[in-house]
């Protein structure tokens, strides 16, 4: 007869239960090595870390692929997360753009942008959004800030941020010298720092 | 910053939008450790752009992406922590270079770096709101190699990837088999050692009747001998599910065959080539279900 060795369930049960977790609390688990801690990660940020992705990719199979690569990230480093330098979504979503831009740049030559493209993406960035209340507002907020921008400093953000654009494609892009994108990136971004209310 | 037009005060933004190349981007992470004022505006746009993320649309992935990532977790192991002190956290550089080689691993690894600010000895060492801004912003070029380099690995010797590699069909269908149990309402994973080293994960749906097993550094067997899975249940006794065999990195997923019953536990045991209707050996690993 074969001997039965119990299945070890630790938190695990707890996670299955639907206990309210936050996402700092889950990553701080996933830095012990706990890998129900990191699905329940998973569902919770997945979500936005593949609409992130796929928004500046755009090719759904890529997206996916980098998704994958960014939670590998997580799993590995989340030993080295520091919860004094900010929540675990911020560091989970900068490190998905990163990424993303990564990818963006190393399928530049394959890249179907000219201008009219790169313009018009600008102008997706708000469409179809708020599948969630939480989404809606976040995203309401973002819009009204980005109103308050310059025209210029609001195509400058956009093309780098949704775009994954460099400074010096976003001033070929705008027909404007790289040094007033430098500019127009910096203004705009302090401007919808004081406009969200972000402060350090 | 005798080059004005890498000048990092001017570059902020830009960094924050990931829009630098990466020779602008290392004279921003350069200044930062010279200017408290850079490290505070780089902070703050950084937290903007993440607003600007969360503004877009979230789409639901696939329930296939979270099967493949769980299972690439299960076998790529964590970084040790960053010792919390000051080595190397002086310079980009140095911050960049230092997590290249992962350090064995101590006993106390696992355990997560507590805050610096009790450890933090004042004088020369950053203060831990610079030490903050240092860590955060530093990019680590070699863990996202690593990453690649563990995706790649975990696609040739997972088999779960297969369909981009061309590997057989049935591996496929073991991938997707795996995958449906794992989008599986009711699905359920649980990790076990093996006895002689290794680990075996076992993930199954009692809604499907179906479980998968995933094992991960077995010894190779000699020609004459397979491993055998078996589903055991209290009144059934133990019902063969089905031979596998492991590949050299020791890696195998294998989908058991039959049904899984209720309270069933999954074990492995060493058989002689084809199999056995019983168990003639001990298992080396057992899980339960229940």
Redesign the interface.
Known sequence: ?????????DD?QDF?SDAPVTQDQLL?RV???D??A??AL??QI???V???V??LLRDHAQ??EV???I???I????????????GA??WI??M????A??RVRASQSSRDRDTKIGIRDYDA?Y??????VQ?RV??E???KAMLRLTELQRQA?SL???G?????E?ATLLSVPIGT??????????R??DE?G??? | MTDKRNDPTSLTGAYALNALSAEERAAVEAGLTESESLRHEVTELADTAVLLGRAVAPVTPPPALKANIMDMIASTPQLPPLQDDTTGETDATASVTEIAPPRPASPSAAAPTPPSASTTAPGSTPTPAERKAQARWFTKPAIALASVAAVLGLIIGGGVLVNTMGESQQNNQAADQLAAINAASDSQRAVSEIEGGGTATLVWSGELASAAMIVDGLPALPDDKVYELWFIGEETGARPAGTFTVSDDGRTLRVLDGEMHAGDAVGVTVEPRGGSETPTTEPIVAITSA
């Not at chain 1, 001997?3 to 369930?9: I, W």
């Not at chain 1, 799993?75 to 900010?86: E, H």
């Open positions: 007869m074969l001997k039965l060795v119990t299945r070890e369930t695990r299955e701080a830095a012990q090595g890998q129900a990191f699905a998973y569902d997945a979500p936005r593949l609409g992130l796929r928004r997206s996916e998704t994958q690569e939670f590998l990230e799993w590995q480093t989340a030993t080295r997360y520091d919860s004094t330098k900010g979504s911020t979503m900068t998905a753009h990163r990424r831009v990564d960035a469409d179809n959004v708020a599948e969630t989404t976040e995203h907020r973002v819009e953000v780098a941020y949704y994954g654009y460099s400074h010096s976003v994108v430098k500019t127009r990136l910096r203004d705009g971004m302090i919808l720092r969200l972000v402060a350090s």
